[in-house]
């Protein structure tokens, strides 16, 4: 059973469209992290959100963190070819860090 | 941040015969963890492993089959033990920096193939 469900679990787009992409738990957690991951690399940290209903930025993307803690979501605006790969996101529960199912997006010029 | 070395970088496998992973950090980390991933899909944790006690598994893993070695504070190895096809995966070790706010850094992963 997966801690950490990820929607959708795949999403082929055009250039320029926008996405978001979805992480839900029935559990609250401290903190959550977003990672992306391309083909025959290990999987790189994006942004970890610690506080209820926080949302930061990084460029072309915005990660929300739900009120209850609960959930996230990632949104790429503009999406760019070089946004392809696999989203993962991931929470830490007693030192360990468990990931979502993963969405893997394509985008395509 | 945390520069991780794994070998081999891929490997194909007799069915029954054993294969260990060998998980390089250039500093020194007190946890690290290793990730089953079939390719395209999500990460499994296995177990994690602190230096100077024995790995804890997770569920559906066993120290039998996934026997885990951590001499010291910068090296680690997973041995997938009787392999089978179903063990074809690929493997990935990964250390906490807790420098960077909990950031996990990853090593390339070890693609095996069990024929």
């Known amino acids: 059973t997966q801690l950490l469900e990820q929607s959708p679990q795949f999403l082929s787009i055009q250039e320029g469209e926008n996405l978001t992409v979805y992480c839900n738990s029935s559990s609250v957690f401290s903190s959550l992290q977003w990672y992306r991951q391309e083909p025959g690399e290990g999987p790189v940290l994006l942004v970890t959100v610690v506080t209820g209903g926080e949302v930061k930025k990084l460029k072309r993307l915005t990660f929300q963190f739900g009120d209850a803690r609960k959930d996230s979501s990632l949104h790429i605006t503009a999406a760019q070819p070089g946004d392809t790969g696999l989203y993962l996101c991931?929470?830490?529960?007693?030192?360990?860090?468990?990931f979502g199912s993963g969405t893997k997006l394509n985008v395509k010029p | 941040s945390a520069v991780i070395s794994q070998k081999p970088s891929r490997d194909i496998c007799q069915r029954g015969t054993s294969l260990t992973i060998q998980c390089q950090v250039d500093s020194q980390v007190t946890m690290m963890f290793w990730y089953r991933q079939q390719p395209g899909q999500s990460l499994t944790l296995i177990a994690t492993a602190n230096q100077g006690s024995e790995a804890t598994y997770e569920s559906g893993f066993v120290i039998d089959k996934f026997p885990i070695s951590r001499p010291n504070l910068t090296f680690s190895t997973l041995t997938v033990s009787n392999m089978s096809p179903e063990d074809s995966s690929i493997y990935l070790c990964?250390?906490?920096?807790?420098?960077?706010?909990?950031?996990?850094?990853f090593g390339e992963g070890s693609r095996l193939t069990v024929l």
């Open positions: 990964s250390v906490e920096d807790r420098d960077s706010g909990g950031e996990l850094f």
């Open positions: 991931a929470m830490s529960n007693f030192n360990k860090f468990y």
